[in-house]
């Protein structure tokens, strides 16, 4: 069952040794099927270097088992709840990548300080509150996804153009059309922490680039003007040639 999703889950998920997001086996990237309403996720706990793509575990969007001989991740409720509330999503990661957690700890967004931070992310990535006990020993992982859910409705933050949150005391989720999008917003969130971390020691100054210029390298990317790379919807118009 979704054989080509358990590759591209199981690459998705390896990437996160290689990019440096993981510790042992601290974090976890699921892709989901819309059409079937099946995601596929990271097994429990297995080590990276010993996983295998049939390792992975499919599960509906009840949050229950499909398919699979071994747990899913411990993360999988959140996973389902961010899916069933972020429709246009097509893949989630979750780290505790070091950078990220500083922030979640410090229970702060992490702020559009730099041109870096503004190609991916169309303002601060919220930081969103920490669950009170109540809430953690009751559904823990399915709370984590509601508070979530509810920050970005609170602020009226749009996921598709912030695709990344904190969770206050824990850490970082990204999310992405596609698994490998989730990682890669996962790696740009965790530059962009590191960047806002340092210019916060230099100055305090307000540092947060002025609209003007996170528009302008958001919409570069993305968007029906966006002019970045080779294929994006006006990169063949962009630059002129003799």
Same mark, same amino acid.
């Given at each position: 069952?979704?054989e080509?999703?358990?590759?591209?889950?199981?690459?998705?998920?390896? +990437?996160?040794?290689?990019?440096?997001?993981?510790?042992?086996?601290?974090?976890?990237?699921?892709?989901?099927?819309?059409?079937?309403?099946?995601?596929?996720?990271?097994?429990?706990g297995?080590?990276?270097?010993? =996983?295998?793509?049939?390792d =992975?575990?499919?599960?509906?969007?009840?949050?229950?088992?499909?398919?699979?001989? =071994?747990?899913?991740s411990?993360? !999988?409720? *959140?996973?389902?709840?961010?899916y069933?509330?972020?429709?246009?999503?097509? $893949?989630?990661?979750?780290? #505790?990548?070091?950078?990220?957690?500083?922030?979640?700890?410090?229970? =702060?967004?992490?702020?559009?300080?730099? *041109? !870096?931070?503004?190609? *991916?992310?169309?303002?601060?990535?919220?930081?969103?509150?920490?669950?009170?006990e109540?809430?953690?020993?009751?559904?823990?992982?399915?709370? !984590? $996804?509601?508070?979530?859910?509810?920050?970005?409705?609170?602020?009226?933050?749009?996921?598709?153009?912030?695709?990344?949150?904190?969770?206050s +005391?824990?850490?970082?989720?990204?999310? $992405?059309?596609?698994?490998?999008?989730?990682?890669y917003? @996962?790696?740009?969130?965790?530059?962009?922490?590191?960047?806002?971390?340092?210019?916060? +020691?230099? !100055?305090r100054?307000?540092?947060?680039?002025?609209?003007?210029?996170?528009?302008?390298h958001?919409?570069?990317? #993305?968007?029906?003007?966006?002019?970045?790379?080779?294929?994006?919807?006006?990169?063949?118009?962009? @630059?002129?040639?003799?």
């Open positions: 069952m979704l080509d999703l358990k590759q591209e889950v199981y690459e998705a998920n390896m +990437q996160l040794p290689k990019l440096d997001l993981v510790t042992f086996t601290w974090g976890n990237v699921s892709g989901i099927d819309r059409d079937r309403g099946l995601f596929v996720i990271k097994p429990s297995v080590e990276y270097d010993k =996983m295998k793509p049939s =992975m575990v499919v599960v509906d969007l009840d949050g229950k088992v499909v398919e699979g001989d =071994m747990n899913p411990s993360d !999988t409720p *959140t996973h389902t709840y961010l069933n509330h972020f429709p246009n999503i097509g $893949g989630i990661t979750h780290t #505790h990548s070091p950078w990220g957690v500083s922030f979640a700890a410090a229970k =702060m967004d992490i702020p559009a300080v730099s *041109t !870096t931070h503004a190609d *991916t992310f169309y303002g601060d990535i919220p930081c969103a509150p920490a669950l009170n109540e809430q953690i020993k009751d559904a823990y992982e399915l709370n !984590t $996804g509601k508070v979530i859910v509810d920050e970005f409705e609170k602020r009226g933050i749009d996921p598709d153009a912030v695709p990344a949150v904190l969770v +005391q824990h850490g970082p989720f990204s999310w $992405g059309p596609t698994p490998d999008k989730s990682v917003n @996962a790696k740009v969130l965790e530059v962009s922490a590191e960047i806002s971390y340092h210019a916060l +020691q230099l !100055t100054d307000e540092i947060h680039v002025p609209q003007y210029l996170l528009d302008k958001y919409y570069r990317k #993305h968007g029906v003007n966006a002019y970045y790379g080779q294929n994006s919807a006006k990169s063949k118009d962009h @630059a002129e040639h003799e």
